[in-house]
């Protein structure tokens, strides 16, 4: 599957709504229909969907590694902090514009589970594993597991990887 | 500083409200809890809102609650603290009387998340965490935060499927006997186990519901209570406590750090020693929105030692008649988490046992006259623990 039928899809399943939707309106006259439970519910005529922007500037140097092939943290150089998800600020130290490290590939899974019910933004994947895993700095990494099996104790790599079908780098846990 | 009593509750039925809206339902309760306190709405000086919405239409629900309920113009607030957002509202309101700003407040919590389809509730919840982090990138569910620490929990002490069984078991087994509860039914180990997965190793049956409720209570400063009524519920101590939105910050996945907080707070400003926290209580209302989260409470609170937790599920000495009855109007299992009224809901369930006023099959045997809630926002996001009691606390 291609991002465009999953988008594909999803505009079908809104025009399917709306339509039955107008429909309802065409019917009674007005957007209101009966619940299972026998109550009158009005359905909102007036949609809206969301998309937001996210600002990433401080942090833009994360994205260029991905890109680069590297999975970058912050540093504070004064406190020592390690910061994953990397931050440019040491709320510590009141200190901004962090030094930039690589995050160690090796790990171990702390916790994890599989999704089963998923939210509908992410209902084209097949049931995913999230894990936590600490990394040998300590640091702890959240990240989608591809494996078959997969257990807490187990030792863990982190690679970069495509997201499909978005198409988007991002960060996985594989078995090391 | 005052004290501040409990003068007045309130509590819908807990469910699938399809037949009210929002503010309608936050009136049910309303109503009854100035009905209880016998008072009107002009002698209420402060109210407050506790509601996290997003799923429902009102953007700004604390001022269509104040004017469909004739409480405007009385000054108000809504309040997000997610799953805890009902004991924000409580805090609020009490801090109010405490700190003479009034004499007489009502917090109310209000929740209908049936106005958005499940699949979209399941979206919108999952965005609970680090939204980037965590969400966008790796599709996290809320189910799926809890699951993170069932996993962990369960490796790391030994505690089985089973286990959690006990507790859904529990909480179904007492909310068969409240009224308000949104699932009235018992169920076996049978059916637990074989109950749908949802996050593994989280299932259905470990699940609290997606649930429309309202819950109030009238607070007043210990002056004008003792005018009102023979019988208030003090609050006696509160504590509160954060931790991190992204989980991975988190060092520890087997307990929640900021409910443990919460409770050391709560427990030194009353005299209560940790260690044998449960001596003092005759009920305690828990946190349950997943069975995990119940026996992590255990431990949280000092019922249990570190680990131990699951033991006392296991024991079933949770139940009435047991070391320390938790949950026994069914928990947010079983009478159902419309999450800004939860918090609110645990404190009329507490008062109402303290003055034996808890249905049939519920109620406790009150020896001590306290009882504490424990309610945790998000995964350990936020936490509230409050202690109640029917003796009037010294300071
Ligand atoms: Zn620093």
Redesign the interface.
């Known amino acids: 599957m291609t991002i465009n039928d999953v988008r594909e899809k999803l505009q079908q399943q809104i025009s399917q709504l709306i339509s039955s939707l107008d429909q309802v309106v065409q019917m009674y006259g007005m957007p209101i229909i009966q619940?299972k439970?026998g109550?009158p519910?009005w359905i909102?005529v007036r949609e809206m969907t969301l998309r937001?922007q996210?600002p990433i500037k401080k942090v833009q140097k994360f994205f260029e590694g991905l890109k680069e092939g590297k999975i970058l943290a912050t540093k504070c150089n004064k406190c020592g902090t390690i910061y994953?998800?990397p931050q440019d600020d040491c709320p510590k130290c009141k200190i901004s514009g962090l030094e930039w490290v690589e995050m160690p590939d090796e790990g171990e899974l702390?916790?994890?589970?599989?999704?089963?019910?998923?939210?509908?933004?992410?209902?084209h994947?097949q049931d995913?594993i999230?894990g936590?895993a600490k990394m040998k700095n300590g640091i702890?990494?959240?990240?989608?597991v591809n494996s078959k099996e997969v257990?807490?104790?187990m030792k863990v790599k982190l690679r970069i990887t495509k997201?499909e079908p978005e198409n988007y780098l991002?960060y996985e846990l594989i078995p090391a | 500083m005052r004290n501040v009593a409990i003068i007045g509750t309130g509590h819908t039925k807990f469910g699938v409200r399809t037949d009210v809206n929002l503010q309608e339902l936050a009136w049910e309760a309303i109503k009854q809890a100035l009905e209880e306190a016998n008072l009107d709405q002009k002698d209420i000086q402060y109210f407050v809102v506790g509601n996290v919405g997003s799923w429902s239409a009102e953007e700004l629900p604390a001022v269509v609650v104040g004017e469909y309920s004739d409480l405007t113009p009385k000054g108000t607030m809504r309040v997000e603290a997610a799953c805890a957002t009902g004991s924000a509202a409580l805090r609020d309101a009490y801090l109010a009387i405490k700190s003479g700003e009034a004499d007489i407040a009502l917090a109310v919590g209000v929740e209908q998340m049936h106005q958005s389809p499940n699949p979209q509730v399941v979206e919108l919840i999952g965005r609970a965490g680090d939204y980037f982090w965590e969400f966008e990138n790796f599709g996290l569910t809320f189910p799926g935060y809890y699951a993170l620490h069932a996993s962990a929990y369960m490796a790391k002490y030994g505690a089985k499927e089973e286990d959690l069984g006990k507790i859904a078991i529990k909480s179904h087994h007492y909310g068969a006997r409240n009224p308000y509860a949104q699932f009235q039914k018992e169920i076996t180990m049978d059916e637990y186990l074989k109950s749908k997965p949802v996050a593994y190793p989280l299932k259905l049956l470990d699940s609290s519901p997606i649930t429309d409720g309202a819950a109030a209570v009238v607070l007043a400063s210990e002056e004008v209570a003792k005018k009102i009524t023979d019988s208030p519920v003090w609050i006696v101590s509160q504590g509160v406590a954060s931790g991190t939105a992204n989980l991975s910050k988190r060092t520890d996945f087997t307990h929640i750090e900021a409910a443990y907080l919460a409770a050391q707070q709560a427990y030194s400003r009353a005299g209560i020693n940790f260690d044998e926290a449960w001596r003092f209580f005759d009920v305690a209302e828990v946190h349950d929105c997943f069975t995990i989260a119940e026996i992590m409470a255990y431990e949280d609170l000092g019922f249990a030692k570190r680990g131990e937790g699951y033991l006392l599920a296991r024991e079933e000495q949770t139940y009435i008649g047991g070391k320390i009855p938790v949950n026994v109007d069914g928990g947010l299992k079983a009478k159902g988490h419309p999450i800004g009224a939860t918090g609110i809901s645990m404190a009329v369930a507490i008062t109402r046992q303290l003055l034996y006023r808890a249905p049939k099959g519920t109620q406790v045997n009150v020896k001590h006259g306290m009882g504490i809630s424990h309610n945790v926002g998000g995964t350990g996001h936020y936490a509230y623990v409050t202690i109640f009691s029917t003796r009037r606390p010294s300071s």
């Open positions: 619940d439970n109550n519910l909102d937001y996210i994953f998800p702390v916790a994890y589970t599989i999704i089963n019910v998923k939210p509908p933004s992410f209902s994947y995913y999230v936590i702890n990494v959240t990240a989608w257990k807490v104790g997201r991002t």
